[in-house]
């Protein structure tokens, strides 16, 4: 869930590997979740998104996945480049409620 | 199509000052959001809009109001400014709710 009041985590990835990111969202009434990545300077850019009857959806070099046994979200990104840092959101619609709240993000840091 | 546009990029106001941040968007969305993003942080839902005519509150409204005369537009008002809000903000749109959300590049506002 969200960490209000907190800087953001890092997540710091060697060229080439695998990253995971991981988000824990508060409303079991949410249907649609989506990922951002932003950079520095930037506004927010969409990812991936996937709906709640599902609990995988693959993209290029992305994956995400839900639990929504446990309220989690994670997003997989296969052979991380330098291009992938940035500091990534996830975010949910809150069922009937019609907007799009978004979680605490973490920051991805690559290692050459 | 330019997108999602905020104007003005950057603005300093004086303590009690108000001022109005523009968002216009050509996409003929119906559903449009207002966000801030403190520093290091993450985004929180100000005001958004399901429709012409149609504002309701988010997370963080206090000190703020909006308007939806039109699809296109939706401004953000800044009546009294405080120091607490400095901040970037951004405004988003969508076609539906369970869409992808377009981000503008964002308003830098400080308040001293």
């Known amino acids: 869930g969200e960490s209000v009041g907190l800087h953001l985590p890092t997540l710091s990835v060697q060229e080439g590997d695998n990253s995971i990111i991981n988000c824990a969202y508060s409303?079991?009434?949410?249907?649609?979740f989506i990922w951002y990545k932003q950079e520095s300077g930037k506004g927010p850019q969409f990812i991936i998104d996937i709906r709640s009857n599902m609990d995988k959806r693959q993209g290029q070099r992305v994956t995400v996945l839900l639990n929504k046994t446990v309220k989690h979200l994670s997003l997989q990104i296969a052979a991380t480049q330098p291009g992938d840092s940035a500091v990534y959101f996830c975010a949910e619609n809150q069922g009937s409620a019609s907007k799009i709240i978004f979680g605490s993000g973490t920051r991805l840091s690559i290692r050459p | 199509n330019a997108g999602v546009t905020q104007t003005p990029k950057f603005r300093i106001l004086k303590i009690g000052q108000s001022m109005t941040l523009q968002c216009t968007q050509d996409?003929?969305?119906?559903?449009m959001y207002w966000y801030r993003q403190d520093p290091g942080m993450g985004l929180k839902l100000i005001y958004y809009s399901v429709g012409a005519g149609i504002t309701d509150k988010g997370e963080v409204p206090n000190g703020y109001n909006v308007s939806r005369s039109t699809t296109e537009d939706f401004p953000l008002r800044l009546e009294l400014a405080a120091p607490s809000q400095t901040s970037v903000y951004f405004c988003a749109s969508s076609y539906a709710v369970n869409t992808e959300a377009f981000f503008g590049q964002g308003t830098r506002l400080t308040v001293v």
């Open positions: 996409m003929n969305h119906n559903y």
């Open positions: 409303n079991s009434a949410s249907d649609y």
